[in-house]
């Protein structure tokens, strides 16, 4: 059972173009949602991460749109760069014991090229 | 300050084989994830250790993998009898409390586990 849908599997945007990769969610009780860039060879890095109690988060040139009834989340990226060709993941977890969330459940990812 | 250090960074290993998988967290880090990532697939989650305790195990295979985070030294991720299905990158990250909350979760480089 994927938890966690992402799509487009691969995204290829102009220099200066908008990106925007989509997720949706089954489980509810997920509170807890970030989005990971990750470049070949390296591990993923968090870019951005939201709350259920806001709808928007913007950091730079990217933005989380968070749909809590439709349970979708998105990731923009404004204009776009090259050097922002990477595969991204969106994710989620939920608070676990103890008050923590430990465990993501990720999407299975997307590839962005950006072309100069 | 360094970051999450994994090693080996690739590790291949015949059938049958054991392989074993390092994991230095970063410096003052008590809290170990391990994250399996598939090709083409996201992250998965394994199991989650404090120092001499695994926590949440539940994401493990059953048989042939074990994990360890001992009162000195790194953290260990075991594969005894490997198998093709084995291949994949591993990827470990730390946090200096139980869970991440808002605050980022580290990931290493991976170590890369091809078996032949």
């Known amino acids: 059972q994927q938890q966690v849908k992402q799509s487009p599997q691969s995204l290829i945007v102009q220099k200066g173009g908008i990106s925007i990769i989509n997720c949706a969610y089954e489980n509810t009780a997920f509170d807890y949602f970030p989005w990971y860039q990750q470049f070949p060879g390296k591990g993923p890095a968090l870019l951005i991460a939201i709350r259920p109690d806001v709808s928007e988060k913007k950091e730079g040139r990217f933005t989380i749109s968070f749909n809590k009834s439709a349970k979708q989340f998105s990731l923009h990226i404004m204009d776009s760069q090259p050097g922002d060709s990477a595969t991204y993941f969106c994710a989620a977890s939920k608070e676990y014991s103890g008050g923590s969330n430990y465990k993501l459940t990720f999407g299975k990812g997307t590839l962005l090229t950006v072309n100069p | 300050n360094a970051g999450v250090m994994q090693n080996p960074r690739h590790l291949v290993r015949r059938r049958g084989q054991e392989a074993r998988l390092r994991c230095s967290p970063m410096k003052g880090h008590s809290h170990v994830y391990w994250y399996r990532q598939l090709p083409e697939e996201g992250l998965k989650f394994m199991v989650y250790?404090?120092?001499?305790?695994?926590?949440?195990e539940s994401g493990m295979p059953k048989e042939r993998f074990s994990a360890e985070f001992p009162k000195e030294g790194p953290s260990i991720l075991r594969i005894q009898q490997v198998v093709r299905g084995d291949s994949a990158a591993y990827f470990c990250?730390?946090?200096?409390?139980?869970?991440?909350?808002?605050?980022?979760?580290?990931f290493g480089n991976g170590t890369r586990l091809t078996v032949t």
């Open positions: 250790l404090q120092k001499e305790n695994i926590i949440d």
């Open positions: 990250a730390s946090s200096p409390r139980p869970g991440f909350g808002n605050s980022p979760l580290h």
